[in-house]
């Protein structure tokens, strides 16, 4: 039997919130992040990845923006990622890069506060999830 892993992980400086899953008004589970980001830098905020039980990649996630921030830009690129999935079972697969989807965001010029993003992400295995990620913009 082969087993896949849709896995949705995010930056090292998010801190995931336990809890904080709840379901928007057309039914796509709504989970939460939140990252800290250095003023005037572009940042991964969140990186997406699906693999296979012999680590290899499992589809490519496609993720969107469905409310962009008010003080940065997005950008989403196709590119290898580490899998850092917290799943026993696929522990091995963290130290092999595969096909995945990073975000990265960059605040404006100036800008120093808190802003807000949503990102939808569709995966062959595990549907469609959305993110809203709350971005800290510091000094």
Same mark, same amino acid.
């Given at each position: 039997?082969?087993?896949?892993? =849709?896995? #949705?992980? =995010?930056?090292? #400086?998010?801190? $995931?919130?336990?809890?904080?899953?709840?379901?928007? =008004?057309?039914?796509?589970?709504? *989970?939460?992040?939140?990252? *800290?980001?250095? &003023?005037?830098?572009?940042?991964?905020?969140?990186?997406?990845?699906?693999?296979?039980?012999? /680590?290899? =990649?499992?589809? #490519? $996630?496609? %993720?969107?923006?469905?409310?962009? $921030? &008010?003080?940065?830009?997005?950008?989403?690129?196709?590119?290898?990622?580490? $899998?850092?999935?917290?799943?026993?079972?696929?522990?091995? /697969?963290?130290?092999?890069?595969?096909?995945? *989807?990073?975000?990265?965001?960059?605040?404006?010029?100036?800008?120093?506060?808190?802003?807000?993003?949503?990102?939808?992400?569709?995966?062959?295995?595990?549907? %469609?999830?959305?993110?809203?990620?709350?971005?800290?913009?510091?000094?």
């Amino acid at each position: 039997m082969r087993y896949k892993i =849709a896995a #949705l992980s =995010a930056s090292l #400086l998010t801190l $995931p919130l336990s809890g904080c899953v709840t379901t928007s =008004a057309d039914g796509v589970k709504v *989970t939460q992040a939140h990252v *800290t980001v250095a &003023a005037g830098e572009r940042t991964q905020i969140r990186k997406n990845w699906s693999i296979a039980n012999d /680590c290899s =990649a499992d589809g #490519l $996630p496609k %993720v969107r923006v469905t409310q962009p $921030p &008010a003080h940065g830009q997005i950008s989403i690129v196709n590119e290898d990622v580490y $899998p850092n999935t917290t799943s026993r079972r696929f522990a091995k /697969c963290r130290t092999h890069k595969v096909k995945g *989807t990073a975000t990265y965001y960059t605040p404006n010029k100036g800008y120093v506060g808190n802003d807000q993003v949503r990102l939808r992400q569709s995966y062959v295995v595990d549907g %469609v999830t959305d993110t809203d990620v709350y971005i800290k913009v510091v000094r």
